[in-house]
């Protein structure tokens, strides 16, 4: 029963949230009454909430709940979109957002790796050296070095190193998500957006991606947009619960699992009666 729960004392906190509460930093992301239409169709409606640094903040719910739409619109995607429109404000470091001219400075700072992979017709070193050339690198150790850290960072170098000259095509599907990884990461972004990353990955290497998520959010911050709220629960420090394009919630993940949400829809949700 509702009221039975609301009677019962809160779980204690795990000692590891204490920890991870005092290496998250400040709201690096303000939402502030943002809306998304396409058309005359509302995607998402008045969402109010923060992300801080060092955080892995994640957004939960249904199917067209709104939340790619959310990860398009702090990537200014709507710019390829001529249906979309974004009102509203997104802060990013104290930026409006809407504000940025340079969409390719913006992107180098936000990163984006879709739920399939998406590996380009390059070498394994060239996916990952891309952006940094685009950049104007070209120093080859410097590339070199920023290949290796990338694949590393994305824990795939061990298995790439003695092949970097071969297609990324030909890679696995874990291994091409890890690569999409390595690439989004070659732009040291400030924060990366990952949009349902396992749709197309086996479990195993699902969870090698989890623990690298785990080492990133002590140098960025991450969004991660799941359809598997125990991914969520996992991983997110916090987390948000949209339904029918609109934010209903946003919590500390454990106690959001623990019984704690304030909205029935939450723990409806987050208990698995709908979704």
């Given at each position: 029963m509702v009221g039975e729960t609301e009677l019962q004392p809160a779980p204690p906190t795990p000692p590891h949230a204490e920890q991870r509460r005092a290496e998250i930093g400040a709201p690096i992301l303000t939402v502030e009454d943002l809306t998304i239409r396409y058309g005359n169709k509302v995607a998402l409606a008045n969402a109010s909430f923060e992300v801080r640094k060092h955080e892995i903040f994640g957004i939960v719910g249904p199917a067209n709940s709104g939340k790619t739409s959310f990860l398009r619109?702090?990537?200014?995607?709507?710019?390829?979109?001529?249906?979309?429109?974004?009102?509203?404000r997104v802060s990013f470091?104290?930026?409006?957002?809407?504000?940025?001219?340079?969409?390719y400075a913006l992107r180098?700072?936000?990163?984006?790796?879709?739920?399939?992979?998406?590996?380009?017709?390059?070498s394994i070193y060239d996916n990952v050296a891309l952006a940094p050339r685009l950049a104007g690198v070209r120093?080859?150790?410097?590339?070199?070095?920023t290949v290796e850290r990338c694949l590393t960072r994305a824990a795939l170098w061990d298995e790439v190193k003695d092949r970097l000259q071969s297609l990324g095509s030909l890679l696995s599907g874990g291994q091409q998500q890890r690569l999409t990884i390595a690439r989004a990461l070659s732009q040291d972004p400030q924060l990366l957006l990952l949009d349902e990353f396992s749709i197309a990955v086996d479990p195993v290497t699902t969870m090698r991606i989890e623990e690298v998520l785990k080492e990133l959010r002590h140098e960025l911050t991450i969004v991660l947009v799941t359809n598997l709220v125990q991914q969520a629960r996992r991983l997110a420090d916090r987390?948000?619960?949209?339904?029918?394009?609109?934010?209903v919630?946003?919590?500390e993940t454990e106690r959001l699992f623990a019984g704690g949400a304030k909205d029935q829809r939450t723990a409806d949700y987050l208990e698995g009666r709908f979704g």
């Open positions: 619109a702090l990537n200014r995607m709507d710019e390829f979109v001529h249906t979309m429109r974004v009102d509203g470091a104290g930026r409006d957002l809407s504000t940025v001219r340079n969409l180098r700072m936000i990163g984006v790796v879709f739920p399939l992979p998406v590996g380009l017709p390059l120093n080859r150790s410097d590339l070199d070095e987390t948000a619960f949209f339904l029918n394009g609109t934010c919630e946003v919590g």
